[in-house]
């Protein structure tokens, strides 16, 4: 009888146990919560219109996105609770605060007011709203598109590339004209450009066509699957270190130069994945 309890007590036991959760299993959910907080804040600071304090928190916002993925896998703490989170932060981070941030940098904050007094027709502010909420709404398709992926097979040559323009690539590419008007703003240099790029046309643009090529189809090169050969290897080292150079120099010019070059690499992409999937069509042809 005594066996029996004793074997009973040891199921409890292991029954305990097997419903804890470990320390570092938390740590991820932590980092990728601070990233969500981090946009959240960008959101307010906009709509108090201190923009440059905004891009900030986005750029902590981007680097807790970059890292929790790499934690979790390096404390083996992924769980499919972290995926979903990861997910609504990013709808956050990448969604929601970038387009905020233009509606409220391109009406002139909360007062709907240009840098220079200058008021913005009512229609135009609607418009403006309207376009944010076209982003948002492409980033939140194009993330649960990717979810949806996950479990799908695709075909080998894809492995190279992403469905769409990811989350984190379109929030810098819209932003990418704030980014280099406020760095010359800052500079006192080339007013008239700046204002130029602050124009809501340029946002309205801007906003339609990062969106767009988020919710599209369009093969996007992932960094993640690019390989340097040895002979091209001092050449890429040369080139990162004059990239880091540049933005100890001038961080927001630099990277809005360089999101500008990002734009860019769409075409390249679609040209490069015609070019993998003949190749890998030739190879497989029976």
């Not at 309890?5 to 919560?33: D, F, H, Y």
């Not at 009512?122 to 076209?134: A, K, N, Y």
């Not at 075909?155 to 008007?181: D, E, R």
Request: with cysteine; hydrophobic share 50%.
């Amino acid at each position: 009888m005594s066996r029996f309890r004793l074997r009973g007590r040891r199921r409890r036991l292991r029954q305990g146990r097997g419903e804890s959760v470990p320390l570092r299993a938390i740590v991820p959910n932590l980092v990728t919560s601070l990233a969500a907080c981090a946009g959240i804040t960008s959101i307010s600071l906009s709509a108090e219109g201190r923009f440059l304090p905004a891009l900030w928190a986005l750029f902590a916002a981007a680097i807790c996105d970059g890292i929790d993925g790499r934690i979790a896998r390096l404390l083996k703490a992924s769980s499919k609770l972290g995926a979903e989170l990861d997910s609504l932060a990013d709808f956050v981070n990448f969604g929601v605060a970038p387009a905020m941030f233009m509606y409220f940098w391109m009406t002139g904050g909360p007062a709907h007011e240009y840098l220079d007094g200058a008021k913005v027709a009512p229609q135009l502010v609607r418009v403006v709203l309207g376009c944010s909420l076209f982003y948002a709404m492409c980033d939140c398709f194009r993330l649960a598109r990717f979810n949806t992926m996950l479990e799908q097979e695709t075909a080998p040559y894809w492995k190279h590339f992403f469905t769409g323009v990811p989350a984190p690539g379109g929030c810098w590419m819209v932003l990418t004209p704030a980014i280099i008007s406020l760095a010359l703003d800052a500079k006192g240099s080339a007013p008239q450009f700046a204002e130029f790029l602050q124009s809501p046309w340029t946002g309205i643009f801007m906003l339609l066509f990062v969106g767009s090529l988020m919710a599209s189809r369009l093969p996007t090169i992932s960094l993640k699957s690019l390989h340097v050969s040895r002979r091209a290897l001092p050449l890429v080292m040369a080139f990162l270190l004059l990239l880091i150079a540049c933005l100890f120099a001038n961080f927001w010019m630099t990277l809005g130069v360089v999101g500008v070059a990002y734009i860019f690499t769409v075409p390249v992409s679609c040209l490069a994945f015609s070019v993998v999937r003949a190749r890998y069509e030739r190879a497989n042809r029976p």
